[in-house]
T-cell receptor
Framework: KNEVEQSPQNLTAQEGEFITINCSYS?????LHWLQQHPGGGIVSLFM???GKKKHGRLIATINIQEKHSSLHITASHPRDSAVYIC??????????FGQGTRLTINP | DAGVIQSPRHEVTEMGQEVTLRCKPI?????LFWYRQTMMRGLELLIY????????DSGMPEDRFSAKMPNASFSTLKIQPSEPRDSAVYFC?????????FGPGTRLTVL
């Protein structure tokens, strides 16, 4: 079974700071997802990536398949970025293995 | 599209009662997933369907839990009888292609 580890578990930063959240996994995969869960509980899929880098606004996700590692970066962080960020890897054809999440708090 | 719709959004019930959670997936999506989220265990997959057929229910905790998908636009997750340890947020998600779209969740509290 794929083991997914995220770091840090909790992160507090000031508005404007550059944020990095890391995800490591134990079994080779073809793709990885990043989810964002807002304080109200809603879950949004941010990225699905299988190689290299993807960018969406101030969010950048990278993956290194050989090293079994992915990072999520947020540039010019804002209080509205405060959320739990979850790394997700596939297990089999359709099942997902979830990381424990990183709770990010951006203070104004 | 309205996205994945779940009802009710909040449910408070007493131990021993039957609880039914409902989900309407995004039209055209051929996969539907039920997840449970708790503080202790995070997000866990309970069961998923493909074209209305249950494919993998290995995550269903015990016989008290059952799920059905009678048609492509509706699924239910039933707990009978409910217990306090079932208190959690239950998410439904649907998928076509690579991305899962999550519903807003149902927060269940069993007293």
């Amino acid at each position: 079974k794929n083991e997914v580890e995220q770091s840090p578990q909790n992160l507090t930063a000031q508005e404007g700071e550059f944020i990095t959240i890391n995800c490591s996994y134990s079994v080779g995969i073809s793709a990885l997802h990043w989810l964002q869960q807002h304080p109200g509980g809603g879950i949004v899929s941010l990225f699905m990536l299988s190689s290299g880098k993807k960018k969406h606004g101030r969010l950048i996700a990278t993956i290194n398949i050989q090293e079994k590692h992915s990072s999520l970066h947020i540039t010019a962080s804002h209080p509205r970025d405060s959320a739990v960020y979850i790394c997700v890897t596939p297990e089999g054809a359709q099942k997902l293995v979830f990381g424990q999440g990183t709770r990010l708090t951006i203070n104004p | 599209d309205a996205g994945v719709i779940q009802s009710p959004r909040h449910e408070v019930t007493e131990m021993g009662q039957e609880v039914t959670l409902r989900c309407k997936p995004i039209s055209g999506h051929d996969y539907l997933f039920w997840y449970r989220q708790t503080m202790m265990r995070g997000l866990e997959l309970l069961i998923y369907f493909n074209n209305n057929v249950p494919i993998d229910d290995s995550g269903m905790p015990e016989d008290r839990f059952s799920a059905k998908m009678p048609n492509a636009s509706f699924s239910t997750l039933k707990i009978q009888p409910s217990e306090p340890r079932d208190s959690a947020v239950y998410f439904c998600a649907s998928k076509m292609g690579d991305t899962q779209y999550f519903g807003p969740g149902t927060r269940l509290t069993v007293l």
